[in-house]
Antibody
C-alpha cells in the first residue's frame, strides 16, 4: 500500500528555515520520483520541486535560490528545506509520488504557518 | 511559465446533470494535462492523466478530452460525492503549473 506522510514544525518564524520530511512506504524512492507541492489556504496549488528516482532534483525557478530537496533512501524519506521564509510561505505542503508522469499518490499535507 | 486558466471558477449543478469543466493553457501542452479533485480538508486526488486516461479506481462517469491548449473534464452524471474543487495541471514544461480551480457545488 502506497503511503506518504509529511511532517514538520507547524510554526516557523519569519526569515527562518523550513524543514519538512516526507516519509514514504509501499514503494522505493529509487524507483519513483517524489514531488513537493504547496497550497495557500485552500487556494491553488504550486509545484515546488521534484526528487527523481536517480537522486537528481528539479526545482521551480520561483524557489530555486532558497529551496533544497534531498533524500535518505535507507529511511525512505524525502526532505524539503527552504530558507528566508516570509508570511506568504504560509500554507499546506504536500509530497506526492509520481506515476505515469502524474501525481498519483499524495500525502495528507502538513500546515506551515510563518509568523512571529 | 505556462499559465493555466480554468472556467468557470464556480459551478452549481444538480444531481444527475452532465457537467463540463474547462482548462486553457497559454501555449500548446501536447496533452500533458491532468485533472485532480480536492474535497474540503483533503489532499488532491488524481482523476485523469495525460488528458483522457482514467486513474485506477476512478468512476467511469469522469472523462477527459482536449488537445493543444484547450482541455475538458466531463462528469456524465453528477453525484453528491463529486462536490469538490477541481484543478488542472500541465506537465509539458517546467515548471509544472496548476489552474486556479473550479469549485463544484450541488444546486
Amino acid at each position: 500500500q502506497v503511503q506518504l506522510k509529511e511532517s514538520g514544525p507547524g510554526l516557523v518564524q519569519p526569515s527562518q528555515t523550513l524543514s519538512l520530511t516526507c516519509t514514504v512506504s509501499g514503494f522505493s524512492l529509487t524507483s519513483y520520483s517524489v514531488h513537493w507541492v504547496r497550497q495557500h489556504s485552500g487556494k491553488s496549488l504550486e509545484w515546488m520541486g521534484r526528487m527523481w528516482s536517480d537522486g537528481d532534483t528539479s526545482y521551480n525557478s520561483a524557489f530555486t535560490s532558497r529551496l533544497s530537496i534531498s533524500r535518505d533512501t535507507s529511511k525512505s524519506q524525502v526532505f524539503l528545506k527552504m530558507n528566508s521564509l516570509q508570511t506568504e510561505d504560509t500554507g499546506t505542503y504536500y509530497c506526492a509520488r509520481n506515476e505515469l508522469g502524474a501525481f498519483a499518490y499524495w500525502g495528507q499535507g502538513t500546515l506551515v504557518t510563518v509568523s512571529s | 511559465d505556462i499559465q493555466m486558466t480554468q472556467s468557470p471558477s464556480f459551478l452549481s449543478a444538480s444531481v444527475g446533470e452532465r457537467v463540463t469543466l474547462s482548462c486553457r493553457a497559454s501555449q500548446n501542452i501536447n496533452k500533458y494535462l491532468d485533472w485532480y479533485q480536492q474535497k474540503l480538508g483533503e489532499a488532491p486526488k488524481l482523476l485523469i492523466y495525460n488528458t483522457n486516461n482514467l486513474h485506477t479506481g476512478i468512476p467511469s462517469r469522469f472523462s477527459g478530452s482536449g488537445s493543444g491548449t484547450d482541455y475538458t473534464l466531463t462528469i456524465s452524471s453528477l453525484q453528491p460525492e463529486d462536490v469538490a474543487t477541481y484543478f488542472c495541471l500541465q506537465r509539458n514544461s517546467w515548471p509544472y503549473t496548476f489552474g486556479a480551480g473550479t469549485k463544484l457545488e450541488l444546486k
